[in-house]
DNA sequence: AAGATGACGTGCT
DNA sequence: GAGCACGCCATCT
């Protein structure tokens, strides 16, 4: 598995209603300080796929799109669907909703 | 070939 | 908290 697949295959993962920083993906990926690989292989990723890239966000909680692109208002738009709550005007998840379920979860894939 | 770029993170002021 | 400087490294100019 290359790793941008590893990493689509953490972000399918992440279950709806849940987040999980670019980080943390790249951690789970085997991919440890490499966030920035993460959002790369997500906007390389092919749109055939059903990648969930809306449920990764950054390390402080917030969308990482600038505000008035349409890429945010989608990511925005997507995450309410999912249940997430998302403040307009700060624009920050609530809180962190990742449960340590998942690194356990993701930890024992055969990778 | 060399420099800039980026859906990032961390540490420091 | 808000900036800034770095580290990161595949991709684009």
């Known amino acids: 598995m290359s790793p941008s697949e590893r990493i689509c295959?953490?972000?399918c993962l992440i279950p709806?209603?849940?987040v999980l920083p670019y980080g943390k993906v790249a951690d789970l990926a085997g991919l440890p300080g490499r966030a920035r690989y993460v959002s790369r292989a997500l906007r390389l990723s092919p749109p055939s796929q059903q990648i969930p890239w809306h449920r990764v966000i950054n390390s402080q909680g917030k969308i990482s799109f600038d505000t008035n692109s349409n890429q945010y208002r989608e990511q925005v738009e997507l995450l309410r669907l999912d249940g997430?709550?998302?403040n307009t005007g700060k624009i920050s998840i609530s809180k962190f909703q990742w449960q340590p379920d998942i690194a356990t979860l993701v930890m024992s894939l055969p990778f």
Do not use: E, N, R, T
């Open 9 to 11: 295959y953490v972000v």
């Open 16 to 18: 709806k209603g849940k």
């Open 84 to 86: 997430v709550i998302v």
